[in-house]
């Protein structure tokens, strides 16, 4: 078998051991007492990570793309008027699955790199009526951030947290956020599989009041009675994802939020003090950069393919630009259950993928703006 890397492409991120063992239990059956206690145990979990008391949760076979689907398919009904905040990929996607299934809306676009401040989304709730606002918590096209939209607007408040959810602070009730939309596959630390949503109670009321809504597997009324009571039967569960997802729900409690929160921050500070060291610099706005990747630009005459194959063949794989992005940076998750141990592997594979490329480094200069803000 091929040596094994590190993954640090922008998700999914690497899976520890605790979760790959559960994760190759026998499977049990989907309704009896094992994925009884965990699906359980993980919806209680969710709601805690997501600083949620009163909402529902759900854990449903399929991925973040799923979640969006399902967060616009119930929440949005005829006569609804949506507002998209993109900053990149992830938002146009949710523009698309709102196009695809015929739901008004419009786009509030902000350039690559940074987001939509409060002010301009102010500016546009004033202007114009919106019964509910989609936003992308940190887009993984980009490396932005938007925190600071996270705030009462009055619609109801999506967030897509797929590159964020475990990673950064989501505090649903504090914020007035009605949908948490995610995945296993970033933050969390789960393998790839689940489409995650966390409805507030409003939420609920909103899909309660649909008569129908666009989708059959997608209707989460269909899931409100398995997630309360997974002994009961709509249609099969991933059983050995959900009990692997239950898992890293575990670790990222014995973790503890807010210490998760801040090895976020300050592997995304190390990481980002190593490669600058080392002449990278960043295409995200330094005022919106989120800490759980970091998008990064080429020094003058490196070479992308070149870098990434390098870098792989020093035990670190890492993930290309999108769109008008690519070829001109690329992008490092540092989020999920990452430790300093892999942030210093990896800023040293850096080094010597730019020696092996024949660039002139200091050697060493990449650990050691590593160990000044990891021992800081
Ligand atoms: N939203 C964001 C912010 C994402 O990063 C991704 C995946 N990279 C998605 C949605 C879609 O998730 P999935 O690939 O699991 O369908």
Redesign the pocket.
């Known amino acids: 078998m091929a040596q094994e890397k590190l993954l640090l492409i922008?998700?999914p991120s690497p899976v520890v051991p605790r979760i790959l063992d559960v994760l190759a239990r026998p499977t049990v059956s989907h309704v009896g007492p094992d994925m009884v206690h965990d699906l359980k145990e993980a919806c209680e979990n969710l709601k805690e990570i997501v600083f949620c008391e009163s909402g529902e949760p759900f854990i449903i076979s399929?991925?973040?793309?799923?979640?969006?689907e399902m967060a616009l398919l119930n929440t949005v009904g005829p006569g609804d008027r949506v507002l998209v905040l993109s900053q990149g990929y992830?938002g146009d996607?949710m523009a698309q699955i709102c196009a695809a299934f015929g739901l008004a809306h419009d786009v509030l676009e902000s350039a690559w790199g940074r987001s939509v401040t409060p002010g301009e989304l102010d500016a546009r709730l004033k202007a114009k009526n919106y019964n509910v606002v989609v936003c992308?918590?940190?887009?993984?096209?980009t490396g932005a951030c938007a925190p600071q939209v996270l705030e009462k607007t009055g619609a109801l408040f999506i967030v897509?947290?797929?590159?964020?959810t475990g990673g950064v602070a989501e505090r649903m009730d504090d914020w007035g956020i009605d949908v948490v939309l995610t995945?296993a596959?970033?933050c969390l630390g789960a393998p790839?599989g689940l489409?995650i949503l966390v409805l507030s109670e409003l939420a609920m009321e909103k899909r309660r009041s649909l008569a129908s809504v666009p989708a059959y597997y997608a209707d989460l009324l269909r899931w409100l009675p398995i997630m309360r009571e997974p002994s009961k039967y709509f249609s099969t569960p991933c059983v050995n994802e959900i009990r692997a997802f239950a898992e890293a729900t575990r670790i990222v409690l014995d973790e503890g939020l807010e210490e998760r929160f801040e090895r976020h921050d300050l592997h995304a500070e190390a990481i980002r003090a190593g490669l600058a060291a080392l002449g990278f610099t960043f295409f995200t706005d330094p005022r919106f950069m989120a800490s759980t990747l970091s998008v990064v630009r080429y020094p003058e005459g490196v070479d992308d393919q070149a870098f990434r194959a390098g870098l792989s063949e020093n035990g670190v794989v890492v993930a290309g630009g999108l769109a008008s992005t690519a070829g001109r940076v690329f992008r490092m998750g540092h989020m999920g259950n990452l430790t300093s141990a892999d942030v210093r592997f990896a800023v040293d594979a850096v080094e010597r993928t730019l020696a092996g490329l024949g660039r002139k480094i200091a050697p060493g200069s990449g650990r050691t703006a590593v160990e000044n803000i990891l021992k800081s």
């Not at 399929?62 to 969006?68: D, E, P, V, W």
């Not at 897509?160 to 964020?164: E, H, L, M, S, T």
């Open positions: 922008p998700g399929g991925a973040g793309t799923l979640s969006m992830f996607r992308t918590h940190v887009d993984t096209s897509d947290g797929v590159c964020a995945a596959q970033k790839p489409a």
